[in-house]
């Protein structure tokens, strides 16, 4: 499976931002874990999902995930990232 992405660092902390996905496979937990793992994966911090805009007046929507999969609500680096 080929995955696109970019990797940005902020303050430290590093970053990869997936463009939204159409496969919503791409946010399991499981395949967000093996990507993160600096090893053998991408290695990451957080995961960066652009998704389209939910609201009007804003230019996009983006969730943020940890390493492990889990989905958290805020990232300050990451928010300069994107």
């Keep these: 499976m ?3 992405f970019t990797k940005m660092h902020g303050v430290g902390n590093d970053f990869v931002v997936f463009d939204a996905p159409a496969d ?3 946010l399991a937990p499981g395949l967000l874990r ?3 793992e600096r090893r053998t994966g991408i290695g990451f911090d957080q995961a960066l999902v652009l998704e389209r805009p939910r609201r009007a007046g804003t ?3 983006y ?6 999969g889990d989905e958290v609500e805020q ?3 990451g928010a300069r990232c994107v």
């Design 24 to 26: 919503e496979s791409l």
């Design 59 to 61: 230019a996009v929507f």
């Design 75 to 77: 990232c300050g680096n």
């Design 34 to 36: 093996r990507l993160g």
């Design 63 to 68: 969730r943020i995930f940890n390493r492990d």
């Design 2 to 4: 080929r995955i696109d």
